[in-house]
């Protein structure tokens, strides 16, 4: 029986808003007016926005080099993202960061983390003052299969388990590390199963279910605020697009792609509304023309917005220098 | 006022500071362990016992660990002291000292802040060649981090305790033979330069340098242990009639080259000395400014005295080859002042 007090339609418009974002990122960069690179989050929607729907804005998410969808389902605008794709003035690092460091830190977001791997001390960090604050505060730390064999992630899982911290390890196995299969990069078949070497309990979550992600990331989420420590879930999921924008996915196979279209969380969710009599088909096409609009908006806004000036380069090198 | 070896000022200025903020605290390998060092040089020695394992907090030996941990930590409202056992260990913790503290506020767009200390000691101290370098120059060459290299236990209280007030990713390097460490963690060679600091609270500024000893002949910039040998060449170039001013800067970054400038305006010549290799080192830097800023002023080339371009290495007899040695100072100077000097 499906957990009916998941919000499901919140999720469900999230998850939209993802997609339909990032479907406006590739189209507007195929026609050259986003000069960024994109790695884009479709197909990961689940993941992104069943965690993220247990935190406030004051719990801390660190993400990667693919961080729109982080940034969306923690809350930040998606108008603020869109204007930093098109490296306006406007954009939530004023231009300075680009797709790959999105984030509001006003909302718990942290600029993200392009290092792979590299986020996951850091975000030990970040729950260790949380810890020492005492204020029930966690950290979730989005990371990708890739980043699972970098020693910072390591040494990350290592500490977060010796000090017990409010840390949830969030793997989005998506089976490639750009073209690298899992296979060619693991010798053990769960990224979870180095958990257990570090104390820290682990599971695995099909990542394509939203309702799955959202209820076993609540377990841990909660545990976590209640001073019970950290938590590895293994989040199994597929890219449906390129790792990047030059991608023609040719290490992979047309029928594998068309397996995992199969199992693509929004339409799964799409169905369940409906089976559940949540939403109707009315309801949810209704969803999409807000979302739509949402990310017109964001795409106006963008496009609208100042270019910042050549020599704001010199600022914000050091804090409060300015 | 107390005379205290920089080991103790640097003790005492965390204490103060830790006294003074809850949001400080301590992170590093062996520094609050009952019956342990109190990190390599015995600058914590005692701390746990004052502020508790959870202030005074040891890790597991995991440099990037450390190092996330103290960035993380600082952008979440803490105030960390990181204590890196050797300097040669930034190494090991390099993609979190280059692309994570330093970039963190400028990637950002100026909303996220990093207020973190990390304090590393370097020198070359019978060690061998992965516990010697004196790698200054690879983190001046960062934008986003502070360097200071404080030389004497005033600087070393008052430069620690503005770096921890310091918004801003600040790196302490501090030299091994300077700290006057004691018990078994005294140093072969050390000069334990041990001076008057005030047991009231008070800061050095981020960014001033000092002039050590004032002259008119020639002007020699030092840092760490190398000011001491500046100071030493000095002595004995006043016995032959040349009057050396010597310079320490304090912080690396940002440098106080006004200073460096007027001091060369006065005297016309300029030798640097560091225990860095030779090439792109932190005093070919230097070099550079005074050459751009200051050339007019010039009466000689620029003299650089480095170690050489070797790893540093274990014997004795070649350590004291490496490290620029107040005899290499002198032969420096003459040379910069040229075959006139003598007649003068």
């Not at chain 1, 964001?298 to 050091?318: C, I």
């Not at chain 2, 006022?1 to 640097?10: D, F, G, N, R, V």
């Not at chain 2, 001046?140 to 770096?163: C, E, M, N, R």
């Not at chain 2, 490496?322 to 003459?334: H, L």
């Amino acid at each position: 029986m499906p957990e009916i007090h998941a919000p499901l339609l919140d999720m469900y418009r999230t998850m939209l808003t993802i997609r339909r974002f990032e479907e406006r990122c590739n189209a507007l960069y195929m026609q050259g007016r986003i000069p960024s690179t994109l790695h884009l989050y479709i197909g990961q929607e689940a993941v992104a926005t069943g965690v993220c729907a247990h935190l406030k804005d004051t719990d801390y998410v660190l993400s990667t080099h693919r961080p729109h969808g982080h940034a969306i389902a923690k809350g930040v605008a998606p108008r603020d993202i869109m204007a930093e794709l098109f490296a306006k003035a406007t954009g939530c690092c004023k231009g300075k960061g680009g797709s790959m460091h999105v984030g509001d830190m006003r909302v718990g977001m942290t600029p993200a983390i392009a290092i792979v791997g590299a986020n996951a001390p850091i975000a030990a960090g970040m729950a260790l003052a949380q810890k020492r604050q005492g204020e029930g505060g966690v950290t979730v730390c989005f990371f990708g299969d890739g980043a699972a064999n970098e020693g910072a992630v390591h040494e990350a899982l290592n500490m977060a388990a010796v000090w017990g911290l409010p840390l949830v390890f969030v793997c989005e196995n998506n089976l490639y590390a750009a073209s690298t299969s899992f296979e060619a990069a693991f010798a053990i078949e769960h990224v979870a199963d180095r958990g257990q070497a570090y104390g820290i309990p682990s599971l695995i979550v099909d990542g394509n279910d939203v309702q799955a992600v959202y209820g076993k990331a609540g377990e841990a989420i909660e545990r976590a605020r209640q001073g019970g420590g950290p938590t590895l879930i293994e989040c199994e999921t597929y890219r449906l697009c390129g790792h990047s924008r030059s991608d023609p996915r040719t290490y992979r196979t047309k029928d594998e792609e068309a397996l995992w279209q199969e199992k693509e969380p929004i339409g799964r969710l799409a169905a369940t509304l409906e089976r559940l009599n949540l939403a109707t088909a009315e309801a949810l096409d209704h969803i999409e023309k807000e979302v739509v609009a949402v990310v017109d908006e964001a795409v106006a806004y963008a496009e609208s917005s100042p270019d910042p000036e050549p020599t704001d380069t010199l600022q914000h090198v050091f804090w409060g220098e300015d | 006022m107390a005379k205290l070896t920089i080991a103790e000022a640097l003790r005492q200025g965390i204490r103060e500071e830790m006294e003074r903020d809850p949001r400080v605290f301590c992170v590093g390998e062996d520094i609050g362990v009952e019956g342990g060092f109190g990190g390599a040089f015995t600058v914590t020695l005692g701390l746990s016992k004052e502020f508790g394992h959870e202030r005074i907090l040891d890790t597991p030996i995991s440099e990037i660990g450390i190092a996330g941990v103290t960035i993380g930590a600082a952008m979440a409202g803490l105030r960390p002291i990181a204590d890196v056992q050797y300097g040669d260990f930034l190494f090991c913790m390099m993609d979190q000292m280059v692309n994570q503290a330093p970039k963190m506020t400028y990637m950002s767009g100026g909303t996220v802040k990093v207020p973190m200390v990390m304090r590393a000691p370097v020198g070359s101290t019978r060690r061998g060649s992965q516990h010697a370098q004196s790698p200054e120059a690879f983190f001046t060459h960062i934008p986003g981090l502070k360097v200071v290299a404080p030389s004497t236990a005033y600087d070393a209280k008052g430069l620690l305790k503005s770096a921890v007030r310091d918004d801003n990713p600040v790196l302490i390097f501090e030299h091994k033979l300077l700290y006057g460490s004691k018990g078994p963690r005294s140093e072969s060679g050390a000069l334990s330069p041990i001076g008057e600091v005030p047991e009231d609270d008070y800061v050095v500024p981020i960014g001033k340098g000092i002039v050590r000893r004032e002259g008119t002949d020639v002007t020699i910039v030092g840092k760490l242990l190398t000011v001491y040998r500046a100071l030493e060449a000095a002595d004995q170039l006043a016995e032959e009639g040349i009057s050396a001013e010597v310079i320490d800067p304090r912080t690396l970054v940002p440098l106080d080259k006004e200073l460096i400038l007027a001091s060369v305006r006065k005297t016309g010549r300029l030798v640097i000395v560091e225990e860095d290799n030779l090439t792109g080192g932190w005093a070919g830097e230097v070099a550079a400014i005074v050459s751009e800023e200051g050339f007019f002023h010039l009466d000689a080339p620029i003299k650089r005295v480095s170690a050489p371009d070797t790893p540093p290495p274990f014997a004795p007899v070649m350590e004291a080859f490496y490290v620029p040695s107040a005899e290499r100072v002198v032969q420096a100077v003459k040379a910069s002042l040229g075959e006139g000097w003598a007649r003068t």
